[in-house]
T-cell receptor, first 115, second 112 residues
Framework: SQQGEEDPQALSIQEGENATMNCSYK?????LQWYRQNSGRGLVHLIL?????REKHSGRLRVTLDTSKKSSSLLITASRAADTASYFC???????????????FGQGTILTVHP | EAQVTQNPRYLITVTGKKLTVTCSQN?????MSWYRQDPGLGLRQIYY???????DKGDVPEGYKVSRKEKRNFPLILESPSPNQTSLYFC???????????FGPGTRLTVL
């Protein structure tokens, strides 16, 4: 089964509003990554947060990680129509485990930002 | 330009006809991986490679083969394609596993 599960599956907002997406996972991780995909194209890396970090910022993106709850959230502030895309979390397991080497993606959140 | 390339980008084939999808990266990355993307299922890892001659199964390896004879190339082989392998396929690479992945543009495969 998928390690990363995302919530909500779809999100529709107006330009200027904030968008929050959540990701839950099941096993110990080395890091968690967020990716963006525009309409069936290749995924683009957005931000990486390591297991010993709790919060990270990059431009209008803010990512939090709660390892005790095995969850992460991605916040996009002041959204723009150009942010319309699918967003995926991906988990990298801790080294030494049987699943080391596997990168597991969630099912994604479809974000629509209306002008 | 640093990139991951895949060929072909689109392919329509028939059941049982062997095919290979190539993947190449020019960033000297050690880690490479193949994923398939299906509606409602997100991306699922097929195979990955930690380095030359080192490959391992992902979550959905059945019906696929890979090889890693050179660091830059990681072809995906479907020996006998079936309709349930109709999907969008992505190759990705990273310097090491615990680093951001660079994705190719995708290969849309249809098996009739």
């Amino acid at each position: 089964s998928q390690q990363g599960e995302e919530d909500p599956q779809a999100l529709s907002i107006q330009e200027g509003e904030n968008a929050t997406m959540n990701c839950s996972y099941k096993t110990s991780i080395n890091n968690l990554q967020w990716y963006r995909q525009n309409s069936g194209r290749g995924l683009v890396h957005l931000i990486l947060i390591r297991s010993n970090e709790r919060e990270k910022h990059s431009g209008r993106l803010r990512v939090t990680l709660d390892t005790s709850k095995k969850s992460s959230s991605l916040l996009i502030t002041a959204s723009r129509a150009a942010d319309t895309a699918s967003y995926f979390c991906a988990t990298v397991p801790t080294a030494g485990g049987t699943s080391y080497g596997k990168l597991t993606f969630g099912q994604g959140t479809i974000l629509t930002v209306h002008p | 330009e640093a990139q991951v390339t895949q060929n072909p980008r689109y392919l329509i084939t028939v059941t049982g006809k062997k095919l290979t999808v190539t993947c190449s990266q020019n960033m000297n990355h050690e880690y490479m991986s193949w994923y398939r993307q299906d509606p409602g299922l997100g991306l699922r890892q097929i195979y990955y490679s930690m380095n030359v001659e080192v490959t391992d199964k992902g979550d959905v390896p059945e019906g696929y083969k890979v090889s890693r004879k050179e660091k830059r190339n990681f072809p995906l082989i479907l020996e006998s394609p079936s309709p349930n392998q109709t999907s969008l396929y992505f190759c990705a690479s990273s310097s090491i596993l615990a680093d951001e992945q660079f994705f190719g543009p995708g290969t849309r495969l249809t098996v009739l």
